[in-house]
């Protein structure tokens, strides 16, 4: 019989850390994670062309409410954490929100304009729909009203400038025990990567653990700056609630 179980649903935008969260939170050693859980039943649903869209419908879940099921399903390997790396741009119409109610949600963000300068880098033509930060507000919005508070908020350049006392709070805000292990993983590919790792994990591939604080702001030009631009007030507003080095001491 297996005992009470912490299901983390970490919701993300792409070319954020949260795959090196991902590995984080598998470091553990008592930990099972999940890598986009919902990402084939976008596919399937937007019939969007992303790099390697035939292999993510092929190897992943197709129909939402099946995924939503699995997400509360027992944990795999009976390990008493079960983190799962959401995106929010996947979470569009007909993809069932109920189950969120169950689970802890937690608010991975970044400043629009670095995700906007690595994102274009790896995907055609993005639009303010493909980074999910207005997504990933009307989520928070839809959590804070169902705790009457906000849920927890963590910036990757927090982490990236402090990951130890970050993760620390990270881990007593979802009332886990910290452990160091979480700072450092292998290097390479893992078998918890999505079929997708091969096109989009290239760096996090190559590191160990969290990177060093990122250098200046990029500047943006166009319309990867509009969209930037666009996407700013939902980042900020978030950010408001954010924990911070000072908070995790």
């Not at 959401?86 to 969120?100: L, S």
């Not at 290097?187 to 990567?193: C, L, M, Q, V, Y």
């Amino acid at each position: 019989m297996t005992g009470p179980v912490t299901r983390i649903a970490m919701w993300s935008g792409p070319r954020n850390i949260s795959t090196a969260m991902m590995y984080a939170f598998a470091a553990r050693g008592d930990c099972a994670v999940w890598d986009e859980p919902f990402y084939a039943a976008y596919l399937a649903a937007t019939g969007l062309a992303h790099p390697m869209a035939a292999e993510v419908m092929a190897a992943g879940i197709t129909d939402p409410v099946q995924v939503a099921a699995a997400c509360l399903a027992p944990s795999p390997g009976g390990q008493p954490v079960f983190y799962q790396k959401h995106m929010c741009q996947h979470m569009i119409a007909g993809v069932p929100r109920d189950w969120m109610d169950e689970v802890t949600n937690v608010f991975l963000i970044r400043h629009p304009s670095r995700v906007m300068a690595s994102f274009s880098a790896k995907y055609d033509d993005p639009d303010l729909k493909d980074i999910g930060f207005v997504q990933q507000a009307e989520l928070f919005d839809q959590v804070a009203d169902r705790l009457g508070q906000a849920p927890v908020v963590i910036d990757s350049a927090d982490i990236r400038r402090a990951p130890g006392p970050m993760m620390q709070a990270l881990c007593a805000a979802l009332g886990i025990p910290y452990t160091p292990a979480m700072l450092h993983w292998p290097a390479g590919p893992k078998p918890h990567d999505g079929v997708w790792a091969p096109h989009w994990y290239g760096a996090v591939h190559r590191s160990t653990g969290f990177a060093e604080p990122e250098g200046p702001m990029p500047v943006l030009t166009g319309r990867l700056a509009a969209i930037a631009e666009a996407a700013l007030p939902s980042y900020e507003r978030l950010a408001s609630f954010s924990l911070t080095p000072k908070t995790a001491t």
